[in-house]
T-cell receptor, first 117, second 115 residues
């Protein structure tokens, strides 16, 4: 089975530019999460969706960040304009709520390493 | 609010030794989930185990074992007969109520296995 897919894997951009990160969750999963990992703050949740609806966006740093989930198989995290302090690894994860041994577990994508110069 | 503490920042052991990674959690919820994830040098986050608050049974999976004790709010992870491939950063994490909510991560323990 395909896991969570993220693109691009690496992104280098200049301050002020728009950055769009993409995520395809595992097929059949109804939850999608965006996390960010930095040395200073560790792993922190930015936002998560259930059935394409944002449930908790309290972790989104500021208005420069936005996330969408137009359908069950695709989500984007956009930063506009980007700043050097946005440099981090951004992870997407997905999970589902049906019964079973693998339910209620978040499976992570490989991450996107973002560098803002 | 939840809090997860991994007091061990870095651990180094010689190959084939046993090693235990400590995890202490804080929560006011009566129902919650606990997790361990592995982050190898390649950077991905690999799920290892999930435990809910009603299941205090210890679990063994090959060389890995987990000890969950509600009395001490701990969920420790032991690797038996460590191997170089076990070198990674290990994260303990918690969700409130259900697994499909915000994961609160500890700061991680960097484990180095010396050949």
């Amino acid at each position: 089975d395909a896991g969570v897919i993220q693109s691009p894997r690496h992104e280098v951009t200049e301050m002020g530019q728009e950055v769009t990160l993409r995520c395809k969750p595992i097929s059949g999963h109804d939850y999608l999460f965006w996390y960010r990992q930095t040395m200073m703050r560790g792993l922190e949740l930015l936002i998560y969706f259930n059935n394409n609806v944002p449930i908790d966006d309290s972790g989104m740093p500021e208005d420069r960040f936005s996330a969408k989930m137009p359908n069950a198989s695709f989500s984007t995290l956009k930063i506009q304009p980007s700043e050097p302090r946005d440099s981090a690894v951004y992870f997407c994860a997905s999970s589902y709520t049906s019964g079973g041994a693998k339910a209620d577990t978040q499976y992570f994508g490989p991450g996107t390493r973002l560098t803002v110069l | 609010a939840q809090k997860v503490t991994q007091a061990q920042t870095e651990i180094s052991v010689v190959e084939k030794e046993d090693v235990t990674l400590d995890c202490v959690y804080e929560t006011r919820d009566t129902t919650y989930y606990l997790f361990w994830y592995k982050q190898p040098p390649s950077g991905e986050l690999v799920f290892l185990i999930r435990r809910n608050s009603f299941d205090e049974q210890n679990e063994i999976s090959g060389r890995y074992s987990w000890n969950f004790q509600k009395s001490t709010s701990s969920f420790n992870f032991t690797i038996t007969a460590s191997q170089v491939v076990d070198s990674a950063v290990y994260f303990c994490a918690q969700t409130p109520r259900f697994g499909n909510e915000k994961l609160t991560f500890g700061t991680g323990t960097r484990l180095t296995i010396i050949p």
